[in-house]
């Protein structure tokens, strides 16, 4: 159902030359990309800015009259490239993750207080960059298939399409992922 | 890191993700600027009728949606066409057909229709388990009857039977970290976990009842299938133990039921332990040792740890044997002190020594009937390799003869691929 919004949205958006329909776009998936992105990025600056570039490729994207089987896997699949690009970066030196008051803010009720939330999110960040070490043993196409879908809790086919791959391998990628995992000696 | 800190961390992560979110004034301040770009960009002459009708039909029919829709289309197509053409006789017969049968695809494309159609994950996993004790049945009763190629058949229906509780224990897995969000979801995930761990117990059993009947060559196909029900086992207390941590959900798994689950599961253990030593011990009291059952407490048996008589390959079943009784005696004494967490990655651990115990006992049996078959043929002695790891040492060290054929078996099938549908 959710996929057929997204269509008839994109439909609005080439046809009726609608923005507002963009505007729901952004509105249906904007707190799922910054959650996506926050925690792999050290402060809350660089994700919002790298969640407002993954619209804007979006966009663009749209712009160019390219098909759109899944418009949620393509916005991860830019934010995913984005977030590696930012790595990738000669510049990039993160010399340290320090935590700020203001790094996360929470609308409606959270299951953490405000104090207890920031150590939780330093601490989630550190456990990610260990978790993201451990699996680093893996192949690359594990690595994806396992962060995807165990940290990120996309579905088998939004990740074969943010990896263009078919659902099919997805699953067997995955199988053999944690397989691999299993096997890894302590 | 092992598995569970892992999926821990994994949980933790997810927890913390799931409580994030941008400020509501960044929000706002960004669709702005983002509908003046979009704005800005769009053109404003509505496009061609041509134009029209195309982007309808690629945004509303979407060849994936054609291509999902079809294979569960074909198979109740395929079914019904059987039903209708005066074939009701045809599905029952489908019903009772054995691995081997012309009409056994037929089963296992009905059972997958079915799976098709369940409403949600846990129902599939639910109803999946129940289609692992069919194969269960199969096994029982291909060994019962007078079909042709029974080694054969047993095999396949033991591999078919293995790779299906090896996806059992991958959906428990991924539903457990995927459903529980509120009580609702923990309540359906314990519900599954508790179907599947009192079914891989039955399993477990009745698999054991079927290595007793079934020809020799082929014991050591269940035994692995074995493996596989208690490993999937494993994994439901595990996922009751994480139910039982949850905040929200200490009455939806007491902790009576948990230690039921969990010493359930060390007993069962000790046992197939007991069983893969007696065999070792069997096949080596054909060659130059005498067996003795194991002592009850330690599950080692005394006779294994003479240094007068033990060999190389008895050597590594031992250090295997001695891992699994200790993995299964800390898991014990974490269940007496109530760290039942603790005790879930301890009852792993020992899951997959106890896996390797008996895939080494399969191994050295068929090494020690291929040695008495040889013997009484006066030929040459072959030795069984296995893939698996665990098992070099013992087959390396137990043939002298490097000239001599080699059979060799795949042990596991690291390749299996998931049932679709499933």
């Known amino acids: 159902m959710s996929h057929l919004v997204d269509q008839y949205l994109l439909f609005r958006i080439r046809i009726k030359r609608d923005p507002e329909a963009f505007g729901r776009l952004y509105d249906r998936y904007v707190k799922s990309i910054y959650r996506f992105v926050f925690l792999k990025l050290p402060s809350r600056e660089i994700a919002e800015d790298v969640t407002s570039e993954t619209f804007l490729r979006s966009w663009q994207y749209i712009q160019q009259n390219q098909r759109i ?7 991860y699949r830019i934010a995913r490239n984005l977030v590696a690009d930012i790595y990738r970066r000669p510049d990039t030196h993160f010399v340290s993750v320090t935590f700020s008051g203001s790094d996360t803010s929470t609308v409606g009720e959270s299951q953490f207080s405000d104090e207890a939330r920031g150590r939780a999110v330093m601490e989630a960040r550190a456990d990610l960059a260990l978790v993201l070490q451990h699996i680093s043993r893996l192949k690359e196409d594990f690595q994806d298939v396992l962060t995807l879908r165990l940290i990120d809790g996309l579905s088998f086919a939004d990740i074969a399409q943010v990896l263009e791959k078919t659902p099919g391998n997805v699953r067997v990628i995955f199988h053999r ?6 096997g890894f000696k302590e | 890191m092992n598995t569970r800190e892992f999926q821990r961390k994994i949980r933790f992560i997810k927890e913390v993700e799931q409580d994030v979110l941008p400020s509501s004034a960044w929000i706002l301040k960004t669709r702005e600027t983002l509908l003046m770009q979009v704005g800005n960009g769009m053109a404003q002459i509505p496009p061609p009728w041509w134009v029209r009708t195309r ?16 294979g569960p289309v074909i198979a109740v197509f395929s079914v019904i066409s059987i039903v209708a053409g005066g074939s009701i006789a045809s599905v029952s017969a489908a019903e009772q057909a054995l691995p081997g049968d012309f009409l056994y695809g037929v089963k296992l494309a009905t059972e997958q229709t079915r799976l098709v159609f369940a409403k949600g994950k846990t129902e599939k996993i639910k109803l999946k388990t129940d289609f692992v004790g069919r194969r269960v049945e199969e096994i029982r009763q291909i060994s019962a009857s007078d079909v042709s190629e029974k080694p054969k058949r047993i095999r396949e229906a033991a591999q078919i039977l293995k790779r299906d509780l090896d996806t059992v224990k991958t959906q428990l897995t991924e539903v457990s970290s995927d459903e529980q969000k509120d009580v609702l979801g923990v309540g359906k995930v314990t519900e599954t976990a508790k179907l599947i761990d009192q079914k891989s117990d039955e399993l477990t059993a009745s698999l054991k009842e079927v290595k007793e009947t079934i020809p020799f060559e082929v014991q050591d196909s269940v035994a692995e299938a074995e493996s596989a029900a208690l490993a999937t086992g494993v994994q439901a207390v595990q996922v009751l133990i994480d139910t039982h941590v949850h905040p929200e959900a200490q009455d939806i798994v007491t902790t009576d039921e948990l230690t039921k689950s969990i010493q359930g599961k060390v007993d069962g253990m000790r046992e197939q332990i007991s069983n893969a030593v007696q065999k070792i011990l069997n096949a080596s009291s054909s060659s130059t040792m005498m067996g003795s059952l194991p002592d009850s407490t330690t599950g080692t048996p005394a006779l294994l740890t003479d240094p007068f008589v033990t060999t190389p390959s008895s050597s590594s079943s031992l250090a295997q044997v001695k891992d699994a009784n200790s993995s299964l005696d800390q898991a014990w004494k974490l269940l007496e002190e109530s760290k039942f967490e603790e005790a879930g990655d301890k009852l792993g651990e020992a899951s997959k020594a ?4 008996e ?33 070099s040492d013992v087959l390396d060290s137990s043939n002298p003869t490097p000239t001599s054929p ?17």
């Not at chain 2, 895939?359 to 698996?388: E, Q, R, W």
């Open chain 2, 359 to 391: 895939k080494t006992a399969g191994v050295v049996a068929m090494n020690a009937a291929a040695s008495s078959t040889a013997a009484a043929m006066n030929l040459p002695t072959p030795t069984v390799n296995s893939t698996a790891s665990g098992t």
């Open chain 2, 406 to 422: 080699t059979l060799k078996s795949k042990a596991s099938s690291t390749d299996a691929v998931e049932a679709p549908g499933g």
């Open chain 1, 69 to 75: 089987e899944n418009f949620r896997a393509l916005l």
């Open chain 2, 354 to 357: 106890v896996s390797s115990v």
């Open chain 2, 55 to 70: 982007e309808f039909w690629l945004h509303f029919v979407p060849s994936r949606l054609i291509a999902s829709i079809r």
């Open chain 1, 177 to 182: 992922a944690l397989k691999a995992l299993e």
